[in-house]
């Protein structure tokens, strides 16, 4: 019987720096071949196992979602791409996909860290019947986290579905976010595997030994190459988002929203227009303080490595 590759997953979460992971492993991946290490480019593996699982559990659900893919139709799809991954006999198999609790709309408009999050894990772990080695995944302070969620929510949503501002911070502040309760599903699906975490706000420090930790020892990660980032989506400004919203309240979320790229380009993000921040400063320091209580619990936690800044 062959023996499977070691299997490392890159799960996400969304705006923790996912997106120079990727970038870092595509733009290496003939460095990683080498040394005996398959990087799946995202794009791949969302389209031919997130999205996929997504839409047999969207149905699952209740909700009326094409196209309509059955259990029997996702484990075929899903085995014919991990078959032809497994056919090139690769040491080391590196998938990433941060979309694998579900999207950021998800967040919104609930203000829950993704609605469907339990049962999107599940159906997603039980596509590699004989698991995985290692699951990686970045956290980021709810307060940033959510606003980060909402701008990019706003890239994409549509005047029927759009959800205000206002609307996400209550229900945020009303329903106590947890990356501890995630983390714990993902350890419950994924049995066996080390569960590797870290937060977006030590990445600047981290990168390097993340980058090592996906890759395996045999991968010199000093030697990787810098991503190029020429397709790099630039970041609505606050003063953007601000100035979207009001035309929103004034003429109309179809209208509005069809504004986004011109109101992105007449306020970018720099200098001079900052970042996106709709908190209030109490509201900030008690989501703050339930992330760093979370960190603390994550922490405690046996079955889950924190990666830290000075450790040895």
Not at 89 to 112: F, Q, T, W, Y
Request: proline share 5%; charged share 25%; net charge neutral.
């Amino acid at each position: 019987m062959n023996q499977r590759p070691y299997i490392v997953l890159h799960g996400g979460f969304h705006k923790t720096a996912t997106s120079h992971v990727q970038s870092m492993l595509a733009r290496n991946s003939k460095m990683l071949e080498r040394a005996g290490v398959h990087y799946v480019h995202h794009r791949d593996t969302r389209k031919r196992l997130t999205v996929p699982v997504q839409c047999n559990v969207y149905n699952s659900v209740g909700m009326d979602w094409d196209p309509k893919i059955s259990d029997e139709e996702l484990r075929e799809m899903t085995g014919a791409f991990l078959s032809e991954l497994l056919s090139a006999k690769p040491g080391r198999l590196i998938l990433s996909d941060e979309n694998m609790a579900g999207h950021c709309g998800h967040c919104v408009k609930r203000g829950v860290l993704y609605r469907w999050r339990r049962k999107l894990i599940e159906v997603f772990a039980e596509q590699f019947p004989d698991g995985v080695n290692e699951v990686h995944l970045g956290l980021r302070n709810y307060a940033d986290f959510f606003a980060s969620a909402y701008v990019e929510y706003l890239r994409s949503v549509t005047g029927q579905w759009f959800v205000d501002e206002r609307i996400m911070r209550r229900q945020v502040m009303e329903n106590m976010p947890s990356w501890h309760n995630i983390l714990k599903s993902v350890v419950t699906f994924f049995p066996g595997a080390r569960v590797h975490v870290w937060k977006y706000e030590d990445f600047r420090q981290l990168d390097r030994e993340i980058l090592a930790n996906l890759c395996g020892p045999d991968v010199d990660v000093s030697a990787m190459k810098e991503p190029k980032d020429r397709n790099k989506r630039p970041t609505a400004s606050g003063r953007a988002v601000y100035e979207l919203l009001q035309l929103i309240h004034k003429e109309g979320a179809d209208y509005a929203l069809d504004q986004r790229v011109a109101l992105q380009e007449q306020y970018p993000r720099g200098k001079e227009y900052g970042g996106y921040d709709p908190w209030t400063p109490a509201e900030r320091a008690h989501l703050t303080r339930m992330y760093e209580r979370d960190i603390d619990d994550i922490r405690a936690n046996p079955d889950i490595t924190l990666i830290e800044p000075g450790q040895v």
